[in-house]
């Protein structure tokens, strides 16, 4: 389909010069930049994963180290990082396109990758020195390489899905457990069906082994540095306390400021720190309960919510996040029609770990930005069966209204939950 090739070259161009064009001014170095930036020329100097001279743990290694290499090669210079981010930016939009053609709906695919290219957020985010862009593009590079090695059976599509995942997991400390995860639902998913889907899991055994063993290697690491066993960061704790003390209760996504969190800001040891973290955390569930469920659904209602303080708002107040709004919650008629397709896991199984970890955490514009793609991909299959199976009009602007309404529903849940 020379049309095709087309339309996905010059998506690509579009995507990539929106990018630049959006984020032509050198990125703000606030909040995590500051720490991704010292690290990174910390690596690039020669003195190790080191805050202030002092060997660390806190914050996974991989995007500081994607930082150093960009510094080495095109000396430090921001821009250069913003540029490299927009062409992963742009080449996510074509890993949409692909993902949609391997599951079977090309066009849609097209429309996916379409969405991605303009996303505010995903647009945006490639003009912050923040993890979010290698993440969501290791990621999308991971369920294409699921699907193809589904599809094609190779071994190299195996591991190639392994050492994303390992990289993504050294990236987000947060997606440390999607491997393992992943593995076990393709397992689950084909142990009945004919044999030559059944040896799928061996394939991503290889993979599953590449992705542990980079995770291993640097848990060894921060063992040799600390003598405490230490998966991939030691910002787990603070990130854990946060999700259940937020501060003024109910502004995820930002450090808690109670007085138990200044007393634990003040511990010199992070190991220590974060132990205290999570005692603190675990303490505070078990005196109030009663809380919980409120503040996990306000951590989902945010999760679905279009309004944007970290990624579009860039001064702290929100934004209305217009794709975000008007597509996902078609993403769940794409869920619907996926469903019962065997090889729907690859494009469902991360979305599903991200909301077990809101849960968990709490969900926000920069957690959900990885599987935003994959929302846009799904959104795109659920317009399209509307579009294409719907005949009256009457019931089309039905649907688009429901989807609007659905949209200040999320607004009031949040706000009522905030209390």
């Not at 690290?39 to 690039?44: D, E, T, V, Y």
């Not at 690859?346 to 979305?351: E, I, R, Y």
Request: charge should be positive; hydrophobic fraction near 55%.
């Amino acid at each position: 389909m020379p049309g095709f090739r087309v339309w996905v070259s010059l998506l690509f161009a579009a995507a990539l010069g929106i990018r630049l064009a959006a984020n032509a001014a050198p990125p703000p170095l606030t909040g995590d930049a500051v720490s991704h930036e010292a690290k990174a020329l910390s690596l690039l100097q020669g003195r190790g994963y080191a805050m202030e001279g002092t060997l660390t743990s806190f914050k996974p290694p991989g995007y500081p180290a994607f930082l150093a290499i960009l510094y080495g090669v095109f000396g430090h210079d921001h821009r250069a990082v913003v540029w490299v981010q927009s062409l992963l930016g742009a080449l996510t939009c074509l890993i949409v396109v692909a993902i949609g053609g391997r599951l079977g709906f090309p066009l849609w695919g097209l429309a996916g990758g379409a969405f991605a290219a303009i996303a505010p957020s995903l647009v945006r985010g490639c003009g912050l020195l923040v993890t979010e862009t290698l993440a969501t593009f290791l990621l999308a590079l991971s369920v294409w390489l699921a699907l193809a090695c589904w599809q094609d059976r190779k071994l190299w599509q195996a591991a190639g899905w392994g050492v994303s995942l390992g990289l993504l997991a050294l990236t987000r400390s947060v997606m440390v457990g999607l491997p393992l995860c992943w593995w076990t639902v393709a397992w689950l998913r084909t142990r009945r069906m004919e044999s030559d889907h059944r040896v799928l899991p061996r394939r991503l055994a290889l993979g599953l082994l590449l992705a542990v063993g980079l995770i291993g290697a640097w848990t060894w690491r921060n063992w040799t540095v600390h003598r405490a066993f230490v998966l991939v960061s030691t910002d787990g704790g603070r990130a854990f306390y946060a999700s259940y003390r937020p501060p003024d209760g109910y502004r995820f996504g930002l450090n808690a400021n109670d007085a138990l969190a200044q007393r634990a800001e003040r511990i010199s040891s992070e190991i220590e720190r974060e132990r205290f973290y999570y005692a603190a955390t675990w303490a505070w569930l078990r005196a109030h309960l009663g809380e919980v469920p409120r503040l996990v659904l306000l951590k989902f209602a945010y999760l679905g919510s279009p309004w944007d303080w970290e990624l579009i708002g860039r001064d702290g107040q929100a934004r209305y996040n217009w794709l975000y709004g008007i597509t996902v919650p078609f993403a769940l008629i794409g869920v619907w029609l996926l469903r019962r397709r065997a090889e729907a896991q690859w494009a469902l199984v991360p979305a599903g770990y991200v909301l077990l970890m809101t849960a968990v955490f709490y969900g926000s514009p920069r957690f959900r930005l990885p599987i935003e793609p994959h929302l846009l991909l799904l959104a795109s299959i659920g317009l399209g069966w509307v579009f294409q199976r719907v005949a009256s009009w009457k019931v089309r602007t039905g649907v688009v209204a429901a989807d609007l309404a659905s949209n200040a529903l999320l607004i009031a849940a949040v706000r009522v939950l905030r209390g």
